[in-house]
T-cell receptor, first 116, second 109 residues
């Protein structure tokens, strides 16, 4: 069964450094998403991406964040200058096929980002 | 502010019993509703989705939606110890989902 994959599984970085989190969505999906979950807290929406542009973003997704689909398979989240409070599990998700008849989102295994 | 509210639990049920999980949502524009299961340290796993009022059954799981009351529920029949996890309710549309904080379910052998 196809699944969303994410790399790396764990990233440790120093405050102020740039990080890029990578995702390979399910191949026939059209919508791509990033969510994050701070330890012990809710899953929070960051951004959705469709047709090579941002579809919606939350208040969390400020100028420090950017997303890109650099090729036909990868979807990346960049954090330009990491802060301690960016430490969280970051989940990529994908959903919706050309049939357009479903809204289900399937999550990858996550990247644990630790900012020191 | 879009909110999804869930009782944090833990909800403790004996093996073989029915577990009933509930959530309410604030955004009347929500079109789709989901239940995810999340084991500790793992990612959310989609187990049920419902778009229309009424009941939807899939194996041991039944999701119920009442848009007038802005209420979603999940019933798990014949609960097994392996069902012990946190169950996340989510509401939204194709662009974004809002998640609740989750209900921790413990199934006692």
């Amino acid at each position: 069964e196809p699944e969303v994959t994410q790399t790396p599984s764990h990233q440790v970085t120093q405050m102020g450094q740039e990080v890029i989190l990578r995702c390979v969505p399910i191949s026939n999906h059209l919508y791509f998403y990033w969510y994050r979950q701070i330890l012990g807290q809710k899953v929070e929406f960051l951004v959705s991406f469709y047709n090579n542009e941002i579809s919606e973003k939350s208040e969390i997704f400020d100028d420090q964040f950017s997303v890109e689909r650099p090729d036909g398979s990868n979807f990346t989240l960049k954090i330009r200058s990491t802060k301690l409070e960016d430490s969280a599990m970051y989940f990529c998700a994908s959903g919706e096929t050309l049939a357009g008849d479903s809204y289900e989102q399937y999550f990858g295994p996550g990247t644990r980002l630790t900012v020191t | 502010q879009k909110e999804v509210e869930q009782n944090s639990g833990p909800l403790s049920v004996p093996e073989g019993a029915i577990a009933s999980l509930n959530c309410t949502y604030s955004d009347r524009g929500s079109q789709s509703f989901f239940w995810y299961r999340q084991y500790s340290g793992k990612s959310p796993e989609l187990i049920m989705f419902i778009y229309s009022n009424g009941d939807k059954e899939d194996g041991r799981f039944t999701a119920q939606l009442n848009k007038a009351s802005q209420y979603v529920s999940l019933l798990i029949r014949d609960s097994q110890p392996s069902d012990s996890a946190t169950y996340l309710c989510a509401a939204g549309g194709r662009r974004a989902l809002t998640f609740g904080s989750g209900t921790r379910l413990q199934v006692q052998p």
